[in-house]
């Protein structure tokens, strides 16, 4: 065990070219998901906690439930709609990085709404009386309560990252796992265990293990200059 730990330290000292381009593809997928993510997520979240229709308590649930959905499952569906025989099939998004984004967007996606949601719902009951008595126009309504929430969201945005970048299950159906195309950290993980070279997977495990550390240190140092600067 200590020769293969030495051996993925050694790839990663060398800054291997495999892993390299392996971690970059990743991080392709994942930032560009997470932040298409972040942008319907957050104000489909902040749609849901101020408005009042028939169904939003339905509308809530199916949502809530679609955040522990199977990534597998998210695979196979988007893995139909961009097949040769799916109605998006004359785009080519099979098995190419743009297939592999649209994958983890639909996983990351409900994710930042259920959580935003939950966040400004609260908030929404301590400002909604003054809002409405300054008859703000509801993108206004919609801004002030995001900004007011916004050390808190960074969490649900994280945890959107956390479940992109982690993800394994919808990257490999719809990317297929091609060398030097569509090839991830979790999918090539998983397919060199299974072929024996454990200091390659182990290798990078360490680098993802880290890219999630750094990131929640990120977020974490971000959130206290914010808070000493603006309060």
């Known amino acids: 065990m200590s020769s293969t730990f030495l051996d993925a330290v050694a790839l990663l000292a060398h800054l291997d070219a ?56 998210v695979g196979v569906l988007v893995y139909l709609i961009l097949s040769r025989s799916g ?43 003054p809002f409405m008595a300054l008859r703000l126009p509801y993108f206004a309504r919609l801004k002030w309560l995001i900004w007011d929430c916004r050390f808190s969201l ?31 950290m979790t999918t090539a993980i998983a397919l060199e265990t299974s072929k024996g070279d454990l200091a390659f997977a182990l290798s990078l495990g360490i680098v993802l293990l880290g890219i999630v550390i750094l990131a929640n240190i990120f977020i974490f140092v971000v959130r206290q200059v914010a808070e000493r600067r603006y309060g």
Do not use: C, Y
């Open 154 to 184: 960074t969490i649900a945005i994280l945890a959107g990252f956390a479940r992109a970048i982690s993800e394994v299950g919808a990257v490999m159906i719809v990317g297929g796992n091609i060398d030097r195309v569509t090839r991830t």
């Open 87 to 129: 109605p998006f099939g004359e785009w080519g998004w099979l098995f190419t990085v743009k297939g592999m984004i649209v994958a983890q967007f639909f996983i990351t996606t409900p994710l930042i709404a259920a959580l935003s949601r939950q966040l400004l719902e609260d908030s929404w009951k301590i400002h909604r009386d």
């Open 18 to 73: 495999a892993i390299v381009r392996i971690v970059i593809t990743s991080l392709q997928v994942s930032i560009t998901a997470l932040i298409l993510g972040t942008l319907v997520g957050l104000p489909l979240g902040a749609w849901l906690a101020t408005e009042e229709f028939a169904g939003k308590r339905v509308a809530i649930v199916i949502l809530n439930s679609m955040m522990g959905i199977p990534t597998v499952i």
